[in-house]
């Protein structure tokens, strides 16, 4: 009996849901130069998960590649851009998952993050897959009032869910 419960446990885990983000692009407002540029690139390098930034000067964009197997925290990526002295425009995230069903108006755990999912079609995301976070501080404000005012639950917890939708 006790066999059965463990490979049951097992089974259990090794089908639940796995997502792991390998790599975003983060576009920041307010840049006027390379010494601009430069300053974002040093401030995301800092960031723990980062394992390396690389500038794209004419679209102020940067290509950020996580460390594998690491935790990304997106307000850590925003806090680091606005400590260079600049916003963050847009904030793509890149992930390989694994059977994570997603929901229109709905939250979703992925890593120690709540994602709340706004535009999106009901589907099961497998493989490489990219989202956008359209949570206040990660686009205009006008853009998040349109985004807030199309959900119909954003509930409080203790960590905030993060509003993202599927590219």
Do not use: W, Y
């Not at 639940?16 to 983000?21: C, D, G």
């Amino acid at each position: 009996m006790k066999k059965l419960l463990l490979i049951m446990a097992i089974a259990i885990l090794s089908s639940s849901v796995n997502a792991q983000f390998s790599k975003a692009t983060l576009q920041a407002n307010g840049l006027t130069c390379a010494l601009c540029s430069n300053s974002i690139n040093k401030a995301l390098q800092k960031v723990g998960f980062v394992e390396s930034v690389k500038s794209d000067i004419k679209n102020t964009a940067f290509n950020i590649q996580f460390k594998e197997g690491s935790e990304v925290n997106v307000d850590q990526i925003r806090k680091a851009v606005e400590e260079a002295g600049f916003s963050v425009g847009s904030l793509k995230l890149t992930g390989n998952f694994n059977n994570l069903k997603v929901e229109n108006d709905k939250h979703h755990k992925i890593g120690n993050a709540n994602f709340h999912f706004v535009n999106v079609k009901d589907q099961v995301l497998n493989g490489e897959q990219t989202i956008t976070i359209v949570d206040k501080n990660f686009v205009s404000d006008k853009t998040f009032k349109a985004i807030k005012a199309a959900t119909k639950k954003i509930v409080s917890t203790r960590e905030r869910p993060l509003i993202a939708a599927v590219m």
